[in-house]
């Protein structure tokens, strides 16, 4: 071994290089390093190691991740080159930098709607868990533009809303309904209260016998839920709880009096 390689020896040392990779830069093998190492008394203990490769990873993954947002762990080991076992362990360190989401179907709190996967023909099992900047506001994208779930109604809204908070939070989970194209009826209100503020018993009495609660009502009349369910009460109409209804007697017998009193 040279002067010029144990100069270069000491550098990498100092800069917290692990024995494998300083072997690596100046192409000797690892037992010759640490003999020398050992010789100038520098540590050679694999602490050293791990502590430079989670350096290595946090100055990496963090750029990484500021560049291509979230992106799941298969695809950040390959370009990174981290081993798979070691992202449990990044994921604690840098928990302030770092989010890991678990989209794994099947396992405990895993997503699953109906036996039906929300990502459509993506594996869910290869994507395994995603890595993302904290806070980073693309998740809300990378889950929607996989996600093949019609959200068309209320109850469609709270179900997907229910399987991603645990991944997502309630905030962002809601934030993925709307990129799938739903509307809530807080937004609804906000462009159509001031233009609709009433409607007659004989528009709610419609919207009733079609099985609709009164969420669902106060989203087509564009009125309050509170509106509706004061109203259906002046009319003496039970909660509707179910899609499809038998129409019962009495609200028959409503029918007919209403259509009397507007004839």
């Known amino acids: ?94 928990f302030d930098q770092i989010e890991r989401f678990k989209f794994k179907l099947g396992s405990k709190g895993g997503i699953k709607l109906g036996g039906h996967s929300i990502y459509g023909d993506l594996n869910i099992q290869e994507m395994g868990n995603v890595f993302a900047l904290r806070n980073d506001p693309r998740i809300v994208d990378f889950v929607a533009e996989r996600s093949n779930f019609k959200v068309e109604t209320p109850q469609d809204a709270r179900t997907l809303v229910l399987h991603l908070r645990k991944q997502l939070g309630t905030e962002r989970a809601k934030e993925v309904v709307k990129k799938l194209g739903y509307v809530y009826s807080k937004d609804r209100r906000g462009t159509h209260a001031r233009s609709r503020k009433k409607f007659t018993d004989e528009e709610l009495l419609y919207l009733y016998e079609k099985g609709m609660n009164d969420g669902e009502i106060a989203d087509n009349l564009g009125v309050t839920t509170s509106a509706v369910s004061n109203r259906r009460r002046l009319m003496e109409l039970p909660i509707n709880k179910l899609r499809k209804l038998v129409m019962p007697l009495e609200m028959l017998d409503q029918i007919e009096r209403l259509n009397e009193m507007k004839n």
């Open 1 to 94: 071994m040279n002067d010029e390689e144990k100069q270069r020896i000491r550098e990498f040392h100092s800069e917290g290089m692990p024995i494998s990779v300083i072997a690596g830069e100046i192409g000797r093998s690892a037992i010759t390093v640490t003999k020398f190492c050992r010789g100038e008394k520098l540590d050679t203990s694999g602490a050293r190691g791990k502590e430079f490769r989670k350096q290595r990873h946090r100055e990496n993954l963090v750029p990484y991740s500021e560049e291509f947002g979230p992106t799941p762990q298969s695809t950040l080991s390959t370009d990174l080159e981290i081993p798979s076992g070691r992202f449990s362990r990044i994921a604690r360190e840098m």
